[in-house]
């Protein structure tokens, strides 16, 4: 299984995830249709899934133009079935959504959307975590509680540490400014924020992730208590 990341609007990213022994794919949160149209085309694809993080515009923009366009099925949250287009079919937390050879576990992970989940391909080790896990960062809680984005984080803790963090936008060097600031020692850190440098001046994106440097490096992650992360987040809106 292959992803292509798709770059959407300013700073988004889409993901095809395809199965190279049929050129089927699943594409998750296609901020706008036109990209996507792109690539499915060029290659030859057969896009049969649209997987949303969340309803935010610029993570389902793209939803009911590919929905027309290739019959594809609209997979999203229970609870946010009236504000998903297109939604065909519910998930919840925990359950594992399989179809064709594509198998995930969904992950209910709250804060910055009440409806926010994050699916989990878990034996490819990759999972895409929207707006709620960033590199080097986390989502700003809209919708949620600090409380609850910190239990939301917690779950990505759990996982191995060789999983690929796939995530919905382009924040990374700004995030690894507001982790230096606060974690001014971290030569890991350090060591990422020159790779990441790196793959920006060269139109490179900085994602995936590997679980393991976020666990060493993204400050938010890092944070042991409620409290620690909630001034965090607060000062990261302001920063
Ligand atoms: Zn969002
Ligand atoms: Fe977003």
Redo the contacts with the bound molecule.
């Keep these: 299984m292959k992803v292509k990341i798709i770059k959407c609007l300013q700073d ?1 990213y889409s993901y095809v995830i395809i199965d190279e022994n049929n050129q089927s794919a699943c594409v998750v949160d296609p901020s706008e249709s036109g990209p996507i149209i792109d690539f499915i085309d060029y290659n030859k694809i057969d896009l049969k899934y649209i997987l949303n993080t969340h309803h ?1 515009y ?2 389902i923009g793209g939803n009911l133009e590919l929905k027309k366009k290739y019959n594809c099925d609209v997979i999203g949250f229970k609870d946010d079935k009236n504000r998903i287009p297109g939604i065909d079919v519910l998930v919840e937390n925990n359950q594992i959504w399989r179809k064709d050879s594509f198998e995930a576990k969904i992950y209910h992970t709250p804060g910055h959307t009440s409806g926010h989940i994050s699916f989990h391909f878990f034996k490819e080790k990759k999972i895409f975590t ?2 709620t896990l960033f590199s080097l960062g986390c989502g700003r809680v809209f919708e949620g509680t600090n409380e609850q984005m910190f239990n939301s984080l917690k779950v990505f803790k759990k996982l191995p540490k060789d999983t690929l963090i796939y995530c ?2 382009e924040y990374t060097l700004k995030n690894s400014e507001f982790c230096i600031f606060n974690d001014p020692d971290n030569l890991k850190l350090k060591e990422k924020v020159l790779k990441i440098k790196n793959n920006l001046k060269v139109n490179l994106p900085t994602i995936p992730s590997v679980l393991d440097d976020e666990l060493e490096c993204n400050i938010f992650l890092k944070a042991e208590d409620i409290e620690t992360f909630s001034k965090l987040r607060d000062l990261k809106d302001n920063f």
């Design positions: 988004n935010h610029d993570h929207g707006d919905g936008h």
